[in-house]
């Protein structure tokens, strides 16, 4: 009797220990996809989008001139927001640097016919412009 107990005694034992062996590897696997998946979640978030507002000067004087300017940028893919001004000849942009650049944007206005600090249109596109857009030829802003 007393062999018979010894052994039950073991076999829970030995069931304990490997039972307990289970619930140690079932841990640390969750602890291991825990943690891949926190290092996945930096990885990513350093590829995040690097989303830039500026404004630049572009030339232009009247409310035709801020359609095409405006639409010319907001076509450009990665551009979220343009807005200019007539006033101040400034066009606020807010785009995202992963997928355009500012040079490139800029280029996007000398394309429609806007020079900018950094391009100016060629002058056949200007020459393309409405009347009442040609800024070059000393018209005041209306």
Not at 37 to 59: D, M, P
Request: charged letters at 25%.
């Amino acid at each position: 009797m007393e062999m018979l107990v010894q052994h039950f005694i073991i076999q829970n034992y030995l069931t304990i220990k490997k039972d307990m062996k289970t619930q140690s590897f079932k841990i640390l696997t969750l602890l291991l996809i825990f943690l891949a998946g926190i290092t996945s979640s930096q990885a990513l978030a350093g590829e995040k989008k690097k989303i830039i507002e500026t404004s630049f000067e572009v030339q232009g004087i009247c409310g035709m001139c801020e359609t095409k300017i405006e639409t010319a940028a907001m076509e450009l893919n990665g551009v979220k927001l343009a807005d200019w001004d007539k006033h101040t000849k400034q066009l606020k942009v807010v785009y995202n640097s992963k997928k355009i650049s500012e040079e490139e944007i800029h280029q996007a206005m000398a394309a429609v016919g806007y020079d900018t600090p950094k391009a100016k249109a060629t002058d056949t596109t200007y020459n393309e412009l409405p009347g009442c857009c040609k800024y070059r030829d000393g018209q005041k802003t209306h």
